[in-house]
């Protein structure tokens, strides 16, 4: 199972712990993500579902969309992109 | 009445309080959030908060206990679509309850141009599916905000008639519905956009409505602030004529409406819509008592060298009687008059840019 780790910023609104769910894509496993923590879902994606655009997503070291493999071992960062003032 | 302001400011929520001593910041809540509507339910006492948040989308919270404690609730959000760019919904940009006679309802417009309904408190919301068919709407346009597309930005139910709904949409024109929701149709007859081609200047879809607001007592009077230039309905928004004696200029953002009396209303000025700063750097209030034929200024208490201050759409508010006004700007002042605009205090001069006041 792949681990899920979200942004200390997130945390601010809404509960979001390390998280370990299984899945073969970003995308599968963040919705497991999303069924044990159904309110964290629209902080994640719009309501199309796409990743919202100031939310950045990495598989270890590397950005990653919704459509990327993961492995069982990978750690996936739901992180925030830098904007505003 | 009057007694309690509900602010919304781009970095959190003040509840605002008249004691003894003046009036106050009594408490804070969101601080560091993006908020864009605060609104007082007074047929439950229920308080809500509209957040736009800017990494993680919008959410509303809810307080069952005068603003003590609060607890996220279902924010609007558009059906799932097969298409690859549908709608997503922005910024909550207005929030009202429903009628009198239908507890429990409230509705929100959104950026995006989404008009959406709830029946349980905001425990759910459904898309206005009436509004958002209607083949006019690819003719909206951005500008109702800071992102291209298309805002709801006033919600108007008749108090006489809870199905009766006026909205106003930035840019898109005014919208009425009789039928609660079902049908709607475009009321902008007698408004006209400067900012478009001649053949196009009256065309209904293009009009720029920034604010409506109803006489509550008199509810086929409407006062409107377009983006070039101030309106008046008397039938209910069927019709709409200029108001050419507004001063010092035409351009502004907000307005309000006297609750009882429907020959006055209050405005907030700016130079024109590309320099949006006080004209000559004196923050007024125009006010009118004679249904248009002329008006005021009121400059009392307020600062009349250097002020940029921009009063925006949801940034002025009148209390039921008509004589307290709450006006917070872009700058992060905060006033109140308690003589119907006549003088004005300055309750808050720190606060962030507020997008939104009004009365509980």
Redesign the interface.
Known sequence: MARVAFTGNLKRHVDCPVAQAAGATVEAVLENVFAANPRLRSYVVDDQGRVRKHVNLYVNDKRAALRDAVGADDEIFVFQALSGG | MGKRILVATRKGFFDVRRGRGGWRIARTAFL??ILSQAMYDRRDGTLYVAQS?????V?LQRSNDGGRTWA?IA?P?????AKKH????DYLFSLETGGADEPGVLWCGTVSGGLFRSADRGDSWALNTGLWNVPARKEWNGGGFNVDKPGIDTILVDPRDSKRIVVGISTGGVWQTADGGKSWRNSSRGLYAEYMPPAKREDPNAQDVHRIARCAAAPDVLWLQHHNGVFRSTDGGETWAEVTTIKPAKFGFAVAAHPTDPATAWFVPGVKDECRIPVGGKLVVARTRDAARSFKLLTKGLPQRHAYDLVLRHGLDVNASGTVLAMGSSTGHLWVSESGGDDWTLVGANLPPIASVRFA
Request: proline share 11%; aromatic share 10%.
């Open positions: 560091g959030d948040l800017g990494h993680f989308g959410k996220e924010a959000a558009f059906p799932k679509t549908g709608p997503s919904v």
